[in-house]
């Protein structure tokens, strides 16, 4: 049954703001609705990438486990896609949890629709990797820059130098 | 010129290994082979160009650090895309790719592949998907990094570069 209220936060998300009324229409049809009460956790690090989420209202919190601790790296809200990368990643786990700050409501598309999409809406599916593609190429050079400054930053301090190089070479 | 052993490297790729051999082929055939040993052929500050399909071989990626000196930020390994980011945004180069020893490429130009990526047909999804494969890779191994180097650093000053 459709719900009016999520097609409209769905249909306004941000995101989708680029894409034509047509495109945007058949795409969120393969989007169904997932709400999260606050402390939820919408994804979690390690699991594999069976969903991706659209965030379309609510707040949630990234954090990262590293040695043992969770570090607290983003507090994201609605206009952002989550998941994507174990997604569309080859074995790649996820590398962060996410969890619900407040009540969150989402776009939730799950593997199994996306294969249906694949095969038989090519229209659909090109709108979706366009997109995602966009996304991740802005991310990447997001990245990039991040890590350039984190070079430079740490330029002068060899214990920062030689585990770079040694994480690096490990990768 | 045959295409077959362009067509067999490329199919080890990730996110290429589902094609079709015709699709392969198309892809294949607007690309150039290219070889290196040791050589510095992507450079930092340069155009981006093209995006290249190491096939066999090893290479580094070094960053200048504003003070006149160079890091390894890190080492790849085929079959992989290369430079693909700055390629398809078409910013200039942010890194140099250095071959380690010998190593085997095809090379496909900037133009091409936007040509090719802005086709409606089985070969532009074919393309489309390999580069999400990558795209989202790359992403997950760069968390992974700020990840561990959060760690080992113990900052949350590093924990915060962090991309999700």
Known sequence: MTDPQFQSLLEGNGLLSGLDPLSRTALCMYFHPADFAAGEVLLAAGGGGDRMLLLLSGQVEVRVPAGGDTHAVATLGPDNLLGEVAFFGQDQPRTADVVALDTVRTALLDRATYQTMLASDPGATETLEKLVLDLMLDRVAETNDRMVELVRAHADDPAFRATARMLASRE | ?164
């Open chain 2, 1 to 164: 010129m045959s295409l077959d052993p362009y067509v067999v490297a490329l199919a080890k790729l990730p996110g290429l290994d589902g094609a079709s051999r015709s699709q392969l082929e198309s892809l294949a055939r607007g690309m150039t082979y290219e070889q290196f040993n040791g050589r510095t052929f992507i450079n930092e500050g340069e155009a981006s160009d093209a995006l290249y399909f190491l096939l066999d071989g090893q290479v580094e990626v070094i960053r200048s650090t504003g003070t006149g000196d160079r890091v390894v930020v890190g080492l790849i390994s085929g079959p992989a895309i290369l430079g693909f980011a700055g390629a398809l945004a078409h910013r200039e180069r942010l890194a140099s790719v250095r071959a380690r020893g010998h190593i085997d490429l095809l090379r496909l130009s900037h133009d091409r592949a936007h040509a090719l990526l802005n086709r409606d047909d089985d070969v532009s999804a074919v393309l489309r998907r390999a580069l999400m494969v990558h795209l989202a890779n790359q992403l997950a191994r760069a968390d992974r990094l700020f990840g561990r180097l959060a760690s080992s650093a113990g900052g949350s000053e590093l924990a915060s570069t962090l991309v999700i």
